[in-house]
């Protein structure tokens, strides 16, 4: 596995840790100021020692019950977390497609894919995160109609939670440790990458080549229109890119051949990359 999983694996967590700890905090409030909450039959003080016998703070106000906006909160979180999974999935389950298959799930030797066609190698992995995210983002709504307090209390709040607080939290953690097993043996297939680069017979570095043009004195408009010519006869006329600018005239007039070729160089989109994962991936306290 590349240092691009292995880093992105080690700060995707790092970052739901933090998630998940400061929505702990949220969460973790208690009160007994009594019926509506006017400390009628108890002092402050005395839920205040309560509270920090539990770990606890006092809720700033509550009614009868503590305000749901914190638990909104914390199911929004889960859905957050779970979306960010989802969506790592999500793009494993493109790569490992047969027309693309730049990368996929670890396949064992015996493992089935599809019951009734042997070859196939489905991402049941990132389906099953795919699908439990659903369900988690769906809970998070269930605790923003919880804000909401019919006279300040009502058990349709609480019947509800019952559910979908328990079940958020098991299936994140569920979903969470699928996603570090399927980080940890992603198969990556670079060399496919490149054929399906070379697939566009070099349309992906036009922009490049806008660029250059418009670095000449070139109006970003006449530019376009020039890079665009030829781009259509790509796609229209299956030809080569490269070899179809080094043939136009009015391009050649302010690119020489050299010029055109340090376009199509991987290297120029490609340099700074180790410098942003550097950046974003630097070591930071767990």
């Not at 700060?11 to 998940?20: G, I």
């Not at 007994?32 to 106000?61: M, N, Q, W, Y």
């Not at 418009?214 to 006329?237: F, L, P």
């Amino acid at each position: 596995m590349g240092r691009s999983a292995k880093t992105l694996h080690s700060e995707a967590y790092r970052e739901f840790r933090e998630r998940l700890r400061r929505a702990r905090e949220t969460v973790a409030v208690g009160k007994i100021s009594g019926a509506v909450g006017t400390f009628a039959l108890l002092d402050p003080e005395v839920e205040e020692k309560v509270c920090a016998r539990l770990g606890l703070k006092p809720a700033p106000v509550s009614t009868q019950i503590i305000q749901r906006d914190c638990y909104a909160e914390y199911l929004c979180t889960l859905a957050i977390i779970a979306s960010s999974l989802d969506k790592f999935a999500l793009n494993i389950r493109h790569w490992q497609r047969t027309e693309v298959g730049e990368a996929q799930e670890r396949f064992t030797m015996g493992q089935k894919g599809s019951s009734a066609m042997p070859h196939k190698r489905n991402p049941i992995i990132s389906e099953r995160i795919c699908g439990i995210a659903r369900v988690i983002r769906a809970n998070s709504l269930v605790g923003l109609e919880n804000v909401a307090l019919w006279h300040e209390r009502d058990i349709s709040h609480s019947s509800a939670e019952r559910v979908v607080l328990p079940d958020s939290s098991i299936a994140l953690d569920y979903i969470l440790h699928k996603a570090t097993s399927l980080i940890d043996g992603l198969v990556v297939h670079p060399d496919r990458m490149l054929r399906n680069l070379q697939a566009t017979k070099g349309l992906v570095f036009s922009g490049q080549l806008l660029l250059a043009l418009t670095q000449k004195g070139i109006s970003r408009e006449t530019a376009y229109e020039w890079v665009q010519r030829s781009a259509m006869k790509v796609w229209d006329e299956n030809q080569n890119f490269q070899e179809l600018l080094q043939k136009d005239k009015d391009i050649r007039e302010h690119l020489s051949s050299e010029e055109i070729d340090g376009v199509f160089k991987l290297d120029t989109y490609l340099r700074n990359v180790d410098t942003i994962f550097d950046r974003v991936f630097e070591d930071k306290p767990q």
